[in-house]
């Protein structure tokens, strides 16, 4: 019995778990939903976790010169503000637009050069100690 008890907690928690993330990447699709109506296409890769407040992720993405791309990121934490902003790979960094930061942010860009780019996302302030995110993003040819 305590086994069976054990196995149910463990895929309780792996659930939920799952769902935390879920819950985010729903947030960072409907960040995306204004570009994909401009014409932009969400790529399939997407990025997720939990930071604390003031916590930073780096993600690491290979992006093209000549595309425009929209590194969108949400969360389901109401109250939460996120950030993104994208470096090259000399530090620089390479916004050339974005949205206020919220519980749904983006920002553009348009890489001078194809290379490695990070998106830094940055959890400014939230009513949770730890916060789901998650970050797509869109591209389409300029």
Known sequence: ???????????????????????????????????????????????GGDLGVQDKQAVKAQLFKGNEYWFCLGTDVKRAVLSVNVYDSKGQLVNAEATRP?????????????????????????????????LVYAYKAK
Do not use: C, H
Not at 102 to 121: D, E, H, K, S, W
């Open 1 to 47: 019995m305590k086994k069976l008890l054990a196995a149910a907690l463990l895929l309780a928690a792996g659930t939920a778990a799952w769902a935390y993330v879920d819950d985010a990447l729903s947030f960072a699709y409907e960040a995306a939903t204004p570009y994909v109506k401009r014409g932009f296409n969400v790529r399939e890769d997407a990025w």
């Open 102 to 134: 919220g519980q749904l942010t983006a920002v553009r860009i348009a890489p001078q050069r194809t290379g490695t780019y990070y998106a830094i996302v940055t959890i400014l302030k939230s009513p949770e100690e730890r916060t789901g995110w998650a």
